[in-house]
């Protein structure tokens, strides 16, 4: 029957419809709801979130920052990870199975305990590097890294590093073998090899998992909150913060709908560009 | 003193001889196969040629002078990879102006002979594609136009139709012949298929097991086969008396070896037959001429030329 497929597709569609479009739709319907300290949420028609978000530099600031690290932590595990899987794909076995455990490693344990790694390294004067720092005399006061910038740049780095990596070595994969020695045979140099050759074939691999450590950089919320606390926000635990503790609901929906517009918008126009460039190239 | 000489050459891998002591001296302009079965030592032998495998013992030594002691991005040699080895991000002329940049020669001097070479593989009006928009025939064509635009000293084929279907190789294997000669380039082909070799070679080096076997022009090979191996390798063969018998010059008499036809198989442009004898199974290739042959089950007699 025609119809099968589509009878079959049903059930998740139904659970799709349920779990991710219906809160997605009432999240965006609080968005332009009232509240007031005393009156609580009211289901009206407003805009007076939107206006606010929009007004007040202060969200400007939130989202800036939100993806000054996206972007700072997207460049950072590229021009890290590109050159890792580099090296992962050229190793032999045993060791390619046994670095590529080390590099999905972290993928195993919480990022709550990861980031939490970072804070015992380098928090304040207790931490293990300030300290072993410090008594070397290299540096007189501990290195900053709670509550800074750099901090998450560095922790989500590390976090989301493995994403890149894989991401680039599937694409080195489809390299064939022997391209490279066809470079080096017509009298090519090993660095005119990588940046001619083998770059140009990886870029591909490099921009989508770009996009990936992107999205999830920017939507990440376990590390800038730890690293962050609440003195360094960044749009979703200002939006975490607004639900929980402010108990403003609507502005919370607004900042939270807001991340999302911003973040499918740059992931599909990112995705539209690399594939409308490469599709010649491959297909 | 030979074009190139390949001297004693040995490559162990481990405690694995994939190459023991190999000497070959090629001429100027000549075209030699290295034929053997997977495993042989043939594409190894090929490496390193190219450079990119070492040699564990031994001398390549090319117009006198020690190859070896060349770094492989300096050696000059136009090679064609099994795979083709295009770079996929770079249209047809991109890849074939890739060895003329290398070796710095100017751009106006690059365009031209990017599509001389173009021309003479027959991809003049490919030149802005992709490799990917390309069927197996015209990447092989590409990878061997990007091969001989530098003017290599030597040119290396390594199974370089072995990815084409049957038609399109035979093709293939006429214009690969009539380029070379045309060019003079000295060119090694490596394949494991006889008939490819026996097609294109000026001589032929029979390898197995890292061993060469026979080394001489295809046709000497086939006549004369030095070893039970190349007789076996070069096409089939019946043993009669003691003796490497090809099957077409084996023949129906009225007289002779006496024997039944156990299979009878037609091939167009020739009859293959099976026939139990005293001696054992004989295959027989015989022409197509039209007229009758004998049936499965019939009685015949064999004969053969130096019986």
């Not at chain 1, 007004?55 to 939130?62: A, H, K, L, N």
């Not at chain 1, 090899?193 to 074939?201: A, D, G, H, K």
């Amino acid at each position: 029957m025609k119809s099968t497929p589509y009878l079959l597709a049903l059930p998740a569609l139904l659970l799709f419809a349920v779990v991710v479009i219906a809160p997605l739709g009432m999240t965006v319907a609080l968005s332009f709801h009232d509240w007031g300290q005393y009156k609580g949420i009211e289901p009206v028609f407003i805009l007076k979130n939107w206006k606010e978000v929009f007004t007040d530099s202060y969200y400007g600031e939130m989202f800036g920052r939100t993806f000054r690290i996206a972007l700072l932590v997207t460049l950072i595990t590229a021009v890290f990870g590109a050159p890792e899987a580099y090296i992962l794909n050229r190793m032999k076995s045993p060791w390619r199975g046994i670095f590529l455990l080390v590099i999905l490693g972290p993928l195993l344990i919480s990022v709550v305990a990861r980031t939490l790694g970072w804070a015992l390294l380098f928090g304040g004067n207790s931490g293990l590097v300030n300290k072993a720092l410090m008594s070397a005399g290299l540096i007189s006061a501990p290195l900053p890294f709670m509550f800074t910038e750099t901090g998450m740049v560095v922790a989500l780095s590390h976090v989301l590093m493995p994403y890149m990596v894989l991401s680039v070595w599937a694409a080195l994969q489809r390299l064939d073998p022997q391209v490279e020695n066809a470079a080096v045979a017509l009298g090519a140099g090993p660095l005119t090899t990588l940046r001619r050759i083998v770059l140009p074939q990886a870029m591909p691999g490099i921009l989508s998992g770009g996009i990936i450590v992107f999205a999830l950089a920017a939507s990440a919320f376990a590390t800038p909150a730890i690293i962050g606390g609440r003195r360094l926000k960044v749009a979703s635990t200002l939006a975490y913060d607004e639900f929980l503790n402010t108990l403003d609901w609507p502005l919370g929906a607004v900042v939270a709908v807001l991340l999302l517009a911003a973040l499918v918008t740059i992931v599909v126009v990112a995705n539209w560009l690399v594939e409308r460039r490469y599709a010649a190239v491959f297909r | 003193m030979a074009f190139l000489e390949l001297e004693n050459l040995n490559k162990e891998f481990g405690t694995h001889r994939a190459v023991d002591g190999l000497t070959l001296a090629v001429e100027k302009g000549e075209f030699v196969s290295l034929l053997g079965p997977s495993g042989c030592g043939k594409t190894t032998t090929l490496q390193m040629i190219a450079g990119f495998v070492e040699p564990s013992g031994g001398a390549i030594r090319l117009e006198g002078r020690d190859l070896l002691a060349v770094k492989p991005a300096r050696r000059g040699l136009g090679i064609v990879f099994q795979s083709y080895a295009l770079f996929p991000h770079m249209t047809v002329a991109e890849n074939v102006s890739f060895g003329l940049e290398m070796q710095g020669v100017a751009r106006a001097e690059r365009g031209k002979r990017v599509g001389e070479t173009l021309e003479l593989v027959g991809l003049g009006a490919f030149a802005e594609r992709h490799p990917r928009q390309l069927s197996g025939g015209q990447q092989q064509r590409v990878a061997l136009a990007r091969a001989l635009v530098i003017r290599p000293r030597i040119l290396l084929l390594d199974e370089p139709l072995s990815n084409l279907d049957a038609k399109l190789r035979e093709e293939m294997q006429i214009e690969l012949r009539q380029i070379q000669r045309g060019v003079g380039t000295t060119t090694i082909l490596v394949t494991h298929d006889q008939a490819e070799a026996m097609a294109l070679s000026d001589r032929i080096v029979v390898m197995n097991k890292g061993r060469v076997e026979q080394i001489g022009p295809p046709h000497e090979a086939y006549e004369r086969p030095a070893t039970p191996f190349v007789a076996n390798f070069l096409g089939k063969t019946n043993l009669m008396n003691g003796a490497s018998v090809r099957p077409e010059r084996v023949s129906f008499a009225t007289s002779g070896l006496a024997g039944t036809v156990r299979t009878r198989i037609f091939q167009g442009n020739h009859w293959l037959y099976q026939i139990d004898t005293a001696g054992g199974l004989v295959t027989v290739i015989r022409q197509n001429s039209g007229e009758a042959m004998p049936a499965e089950g019939a009685a015949v007699h064999l004969a053969w030329s130096g019986s």
